[in-house]
């Protein structure tokens, strides 16, 4: 079955650059996409198709592909983006598959 | 506007059973495959199991395979998942949502969630 590894946590300072990373085999057949969860909410698509963003989504929110690894960007980090964001792909088999989730926090 | 509104979760008993629904408005329902996403407490999302739109094809992740089954009616713009067999580990928030991976657009609408505690 698919795996996608996220690291656990990222931590950065208000108004820095947060990148959040994806890696699993399948990302070098399969899109990747992100979503954004605040606590007690539901997830949010930020990201699809590696690169695309829905409308709707700041900006500052970019996604990019290299291989087995996708990576989400979050540029001039902002307070609501304090959130956990886990990245999904799908599998061979007709399902899909997520990351473990990242917790961004500040520094 | 797009409105997933999930109901039927609760308290259950290991080996129990439980019918979760997602009705939807807002979009033609008939036209997309859906999914369900669970959340167990403190721990990340899990894809559970999805639907095409005519109900044709279906999908599930491999701990809940012959155990909960998918389902929907399209002419009441209803999502189901019925979960028997239940346990301890099926503890989670269940959400519903517009499936549009296969298309290559994520999974761009959900709902808020259903609780589902499986206990003694």
């Known amino acids: 079955s698919y795996e996608l590894t996220q690291p656990p946590s990222v931590s950065v300072s208000p108004g820095q650059t947060a990148r959040i990373t994806c890696s699993g085999d399948?990302?070098?057949?399969?899109?990747a996409y992100w979503y954004q969860q605040k606590p007690g909410q539901a997830p949010v698509l930020l990201i699809y198709?590696?690169?695309d963003r829905p409308s709707g989504i700041p900006e500052r929110f970019s996604g990019s592909s290299s291989g087995t690894t996708v990576t989400l960007t979050i540029s001039g980090v902002q307070a609501e983006d304090e959130a956990d964001y886990y990245c999904?792909?799908?599998?061979?088999?007709?399902?899909?598959?997520f990351g473990g989730g990242t917790k961004l926090t500040f520094l | 506007e797009v409105q997933l509104v999930e109901s039927g979760g609760g308290l259950v008993q290991p080996g129990g059973s439980l019918r979760l629904s997602c009705e939807v408005s807002?979009?033609?329902?008939?036209?997309?495959?859906m999914s369900w996403v669970r959340q167990a407490p403190g721990k990340g999302l899990e894809w559970v199991a999805n639907?095409?739109?005519?109900?044709?094809?279906?999908h599930y992740v491999d701990s809940v395979k012959g155990r909960f089954t998918i389902s929907r009616d399209n002419a009441k713009n209803s999502l189901y998942l019925q979960m028997d067999s239940l346990r301890a580990e099926d503890t989670a928030v269940y959400f519903c949502?517009?499936?549009?991976?296969?298309?290559?657009?994520?999974?761009?609408?959900w709902g808020q969630g259903t609780l589902v505690t499986v206990s003694s």
């Open positions: 198709r590696d690169i």
């Open positions: 399948s990302l070098s057949k399969q899109h």
């Open positions: 949502a517009r499936d549009r991976l296969w298309l290559l657009q994520g999974l761009d609408y």
């Open positions: 807002g979009f033609t329902f008939s036209s997309y495959r």
């Open positions: 639907i095409k739109h005519d109900g044709s094809e279906k």
């Open positions: 999904q792909s799908a599998d061979s088999s007709g399902g899909s598959v």
